[in-house]
C-alpha cells in the first residue's frame, strides 16, 4: 500500500531537520491512506473486555493490565458547527463528535507515576505561548492492524507550534522509558472513521466543500492530559 508518510519509531530528534507538511492542490481527497500507530483504547480506565458487538465492533489492539494507565496528551480544537456542513459528504462512515490533536504516543503508566508525570509535563510546556492552527488538506489514514481506517484534516498553519509542543512531551516520555511521538510527526484531527478501509479511501468531497474550515484559523490555548479516567490541563501563557 502505497504511504502518504512512514512513521519511524526512531528516538531521532534532530532540531535542525524541519520535516515540511506537503500541500497539494485537490478536488477530491487523496485516494491513499497512510499506516497510523496503533490505536488501543487508550481513553478506557480498567475494565473487563467488552463484546465487540458493544462498541461498533472495533477490535482492541492492547489488552488490560492491572494497574496501567492509559496516559496520553493532545490539544483540542472545536470543528462542531463546521463539520455539520460536511455531514452529506460523509456517508457510510462513523461521525467523530469531539477532535483532537495528538502530540505523544499513547502510553501506559502506574498510579503512582501519574501525579509526577502530569507536573513534569506542565513544567515543560510552561514556556509555550498560545497559538493559532489552521487546517490544510483532508487525507485517510489507517491503523497498522488495518482495523480502523479515518478521515483525518492535516494541520497546515501551527505545524511548528505542535512541533515544538512535541518535542517538550518527548523529553518527559524518555525519562519515563517511554516512546517518543512519530518521526517525522504529521499533526492531523480524525472527523470520521469506518472499520471498512475503502469506506474511507471511496469518499468523495471536494476542496470547495471543505474550504470553510481550510480558511479558519483556531486558537490553542490549552493542551490536556488524560490518565485513565483522570483529565488536566495546561493553560499556555
Known amino acids: 500500500m502505497t504511504s502518504i508518510v512512514d512513521y519511524s519509531s526512531s528516538d531521532d530528534n534532530d532540531?535542525?531537520?524541519e520535516p515540511q507538511l506537503k500541500r497539494k492542490a485537490s478536488t477530491e481527497i487523496l485516494?491513499?491512506?497512510v499506516k497510523l500507530p496503533k490505536l488501543p483504547c487508550f481513553f478506557d480506565v480498567q475494565q473487563p473486555p467488552v463484546p465487540s458487538d458493544?462498541?461498533?465492533?472495533?477490535?482492541?489492539?492492547v489488552a488490560h493490565?492491572?494497574?496501567?494507565?492509559a496516559t496520553y496528551v493532545y490539544c483540542k480544537v472545536d470543528l462542531s458547527d463546521e463539520l455539520n456542513a460536511l455531514s452529506g459528504y460523509l456517508k457510510d462512515v462513523e461521525c467523530i463528535e469531539e477532535q483532537h490533536i495528538s502530540l505523544s504516543r499513547p502510553v501506559y503508566l502506574r498510579k503512582y507515576q501519574l501525579d509526577q508525570f502530569a507536573q513534569e509535563i506542565k513544567e515543560a510546556l510552561a514556556h509555550i505561548s498560545s497559538f493559532s492552527i489552521a487546517f490544510a488538506q483532508l487525507a485517510p489514514l489507517t491503523n497498522d492492524e488495518k482495523t480502523r481506517s479515518f478521515l483525518t484534516l492535516e494541520i497546515g498553519t501551527g505545524y511548528n507550534e505542535l512541533q515544538q509542543?512535541?518535542?517538550?512531551?518527548?523529553?518527559?516520555?524518555?525519562?519515563?522509558?517511554?516512546?517518543?511521538?512519530?518521526?517525522?510527526?504529521?499533526?492531523?484531527?480524525?472527523i470520521a472513521w469506518s472499520l471498512?478501509?475503502?469506506?474511507?479511501?471511496?469518499?468523495?468531497?471536494?476542496?470547495?466543500?471543505?474550504?470553510?474550515?481550510?480558511h479558519q484559523t483556531f486558537f490553542?490555548?490549552?493542551?490536556?492530559?488524560?490518565?485513565?479516567?483522570?483529565?488536566?490541563?495546561?493553560?499556555?501563557?
Request: charged share 20%; hydrophobic share 30%; aromatic share 8%.
Open 15 to 17: 532540531d535542525n531537520d
Open 31 to 33: 485516494n491513499q491512506t
Open 54 to 61: 458493544k462498541h461498533n465492533n472495533r477490535v482492541r489492539t
Open 65 to 69: 493490565t492491572y494497574d496501567s494507565w
Open 165 to 190: 509542543c512535541m518535542k517538550c512531551v518527548d523529553k518527559i516520555m524518555l525519562q519515563y522509558h517511554k516512546p517518543v511521538f512519530y518521526h517525522p510527526p504529521r499533526f492531523h484531527t480524525s
Open 196 to 214: 471498512n478501509q475503502q469506506q474511507v479511501e471511496s469518499l468523495s468531497i471536494p476542496s470547495s466543500a471543505i474550504q470553510h474550515i481550510t
Open 220 to 237: 490553542i490555548s490549552k493542551i490536556y492530559i488524560k490518565m485513565g479516567n483522570r483529565t488536566e490541563h495546561i493553560s499556555l501563557a
